[in-house]
């Protein structure tokens, strides 16, 4: 259950995202942007691995694959 949301399916939205080991997570691309906080595991995309204690932002309009073999949890 989302933090804060406004919209539905494609929204702004705070919330935590707990990824199951091997999970992927399909192609999408981030209209306002998006900031993370990695808290556990780690979160990697096409762009880099992301450990525990990371942080990373995608612009707007910018697109990813993000999955996690180990899982991971994060704070979007």
Do not use: M, Q
């Not at 804060?4 to 399916?9: C, Q």
């Not at 935590?16 to 993370?36: C, L, M, N």
């Amino acid at each position: 259950r989302p933090l804060d949301r406004i919209g539905d399916e494609v929204a702004r939205a705070t919330t935590f995202v707990r990824y199951a080991p091997e999970s992927k997570f399909s192609a999408h691309t981030h209209v306002g942007g998006e900031e993370f906080i990695v808290l556990e595991g780690v979160f990697p995309d096409e762009h880099g691995d992301f450990p525990a204690g990371c942080s990373g932002r995608n612009p707007p309009t910018s697109r990813h694959t993000p999955g996690s073999k180990p899982g991971c949890v994060i704070f979007v």
